[in-house]
């Protein structure tokens, strides 16, 4: 995942009931392969993973295997 020292995972909150998971990201400049030095203004982007899973239990279990490094449940 990107460049940043307290990252902890994604949210497991991001679901939408029907499959689907959104990440929201504040500044693109978490990514290694952007140059800090040639960006003007900080953007940020939404990232949505749409998926066949008909369930959010479903997709937890696809995005994990597929590297998706979700946070830790609190008990």
């Known amino acids: 995942m990107p460049r940043v020292r307290d990252f902890n995972g994604t949210s497991l909150k991001s679901f939408d009931g029907r499959g689907n998971y959104a990440i929201g990201i504040k500044e693109e400049i978490i990514f290694p392969e952007i140059s800090f030095d040639k960006i003007r203004k900080l953007k940020g982007m939404d ?29």
């Open 47 to 75: 990232i949505i993973f749409v998926t066949t899973a008909t369930s959010d239990k479903e997709a937890f279990a696809l995005l994990k295997k597929l590297g998706i490094p979700f946070a830790k449940a609190n008990n």
